[in-house]
T-cell receptor, first 111, second 113 residues
Framework: QKEVEQNSGPLSVPEGAIASLNCTYS??????FFWYRQYSGKSPELIMS????GDKEDGRFTAQLNKASQYVSLLIRDSQPSDSATYLC???????????FGRGTSLIVHP | SQTIHQWPATLVQPVGSPLSLECTVE??????LYWYRQAAGRGLQLLFY??????ISSEVPQNLSASRPQDRQFILSSKKLLLSDSGFYLC????????????FGPGTRLTVT
C-alpha cells in the first residue's frame, strides 16, 4: 500500500508570514509530485508540480523536493487570508499514472 | 483550452433510489478519466478510472458502477443508494501519456436521506 502522509493541522499563521506544508511518501521510485489547493466546498485545484530534487518557485509558492528523504514541501510566502484552504499532496507510485492523495493539511491565515 | 463539466452540482436523494452523475471533458481527446468520492472531513477516495471507451477499472467494490460510453464522457451510477454514499463526488482527467497532472471538475454534492 503506497502511502502519502500529511499533518492534518490546522496550521495557523499570521498574514504576511511564511506557511510551510509538508508531505512524506512511501514509494521510493515515485517521479512526480503535485500540490492541490481545496477551498471549503470546492474541488481541488492544481497549484504546483515538481519532478526534480530541489526547489521550484511560482509566484508566492515554492515546492521543495527531497527524494532521498522522501518528502515534498510547499512554502507559501507572504501568506494571505485568501490562502486559507486545505492543501493536498498527490504522488503517483512509480510506474503508475494514478496518484495517491494525502488527506490534506488545513491552513488558516489570520489577519 | 480544456474544460471539465459535472452535473448536477447538488443532489438530495432518498435511500434506495437510483443515481446517475455525469462528467464530460471538452478540448481534449482520449483523456484518462477518474471518479473520486470525498466524505465530509475525509480524504479523496478513488472509485473508478478509465483509460478509454468501455474500459473501466474499479478500485473499491461497492454498490456503485461507472461507464464510459463516449471518449469524453464518464458516468457514475447506482441502482440503490445507501446512506454511506453521501459525499462530494469529483470527476478528474489527465491527458493520456502525460506526467499525471490531474484536473478536477467542480464536483457533485450528494446527500442521501
Amino acid at each position: 500500500q503506497k502511502e502519502v502522509e500529511q499533518n492534518s493541522g490546522p496550521l495557523s499563521v499570521p498574514e504576511g508570514a511564511i506557511a510551510s506544508l509538508n508531505c512524506t511518501y512511501s514509494d521510493r521510485v515515485s517521479q512526480s509530485f503535485f500540490w492541490y489547493r481545496q477551498y471549503s466546498g470546492k474541488s481541488p485545484e492544481l497549484i504546483m508540480s515538481i519532478y526534480s530534487n530541489g526547489d521550484k518557485e511560482d509566484g508566492r509558492f515554492t515546492a521543495q523536493l527531497n527524494k532521498a528523504s522522501q518528502y515534498v514541501s510547499l512554502l507559501i510566502r507572504d501568506s494571505q487570508p485568501s490562502d486559507s484552504a486545505t492543501y493536498l499532496c498527490a504522488v503517483p507510485s512509480g510506474g503508475s499514472y494514478i496518484p495517491t492523495f494525502g488527506r490534506g493539511t488545513s491552513l488558516i491565515v489570520h489577519p | 483550452s480544456q474544460t471539465i463539466h459535472q452535473w448536477p452540482a447538488t443532489l438530495v436523494q432518498p435511500v434506495g433510489s437510483p443515481l446517475s452523475l455525469e462528467c464530460t471533458v471538452e478540448g481534449t481527446s482520449n483523456p484518462n478519466l477518474y471518479w473520486y468520492r470525498q466524505a465530509a472531513g475525509r480524504g479523496l477516495q478513488l472509485l473508478f478510472y478509465s483509460v478509454g471507451i468501455g474500459q473501466i477499472s474499479s478500485e473499491v467494490p461497492q454498490n456503485l458502477s461507472a461507464s464510459r460510453p463516449q471518449d469524453r464522457q464518464f458516468i457514475l451510477s447506482s441502482k440503490k443508494l445507501l446512506l454511506s454514499d453521501s459525499g462530494f463526488y469529483l470527476c478528474a482527467w489527465h491527458p493520456a501519456g502525460t506526467a499525471y497532472e490531474q484536473y478536477f471538475g467542480p464536483g457533485t454534492r450528494l446527500t442521501v436521506t
